[in-house]
């Protein structure tokens, strides 16, 4: 069977085209989203709707993101290949598995063991060996191994993240969902190389929210 007859492949083509019309055009990124088997990442009960660009249900209430907002924040970011990059909110490990392609190393802190535990065999799986997996409260960020090149975080932050500006390289990147309600601004913070930040408001986002200190339950 012909490489583009395979449904998987269709379906993961026809995603691509649908990020690519919404305006994730970065080349480095859309390669990235093709090369990780999303499926992978979703609970078994939604591996046919691996290929939708929709947020789906993940273990201990939270969501693996979608797809666009998936490229569109690692989009955001302008990785480069030398870059260390946090990320906060590992979830399924789906967007830390995404920056680990693009990225040298991904620094990823989870406030629920199980989803670590879980992420962190997907990655062995998939052989991805420049991933560093934290269980902790991810809004302290990693002070050992700061400061970032770029930190992404993937859970609504109320106010500035403070915490994790102070983590970030003078000339860095942070992207984040900043708001308290239901829906967030998606948020881009870029050093000025003396301390400042230019802060752009790139979109309206839906994220489950940045809690404080580890979850007691699994
Ligand atoms: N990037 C994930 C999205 C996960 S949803 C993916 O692609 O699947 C957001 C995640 O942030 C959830 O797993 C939630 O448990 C986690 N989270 C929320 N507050 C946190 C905190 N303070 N520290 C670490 N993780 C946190």
Redesign the pocket.
Known sequence: MAKSENPADVRMATLILALKQQGVNDAKVLNAIEKTPREL?TPELFKERAFEDSALP?A?G????QPFI?GLMTQALQIEKRDRVL??????????AILSKMARLVYT????RT?MKE?EGRFKQLGLTNIITKF?????GWPEQAPFDRIMV??AAPGEPKALLAQLKPTGILVAPIGRGPVQTLRRYTGDGEGGFTVEDLLDVR?????????KEL
């Open positions: 990442f993940i201990c939270q969501t693996i993101s998936v990320e906060i909110g590992t979830g399924s490990g789906y967007q830390t802190v989870e406030r629920y989803l992420a902790g409260d991810g809004g302290e993937t859970a994220f489950v929210p940045l809690l404080e200190g580890v979850a």
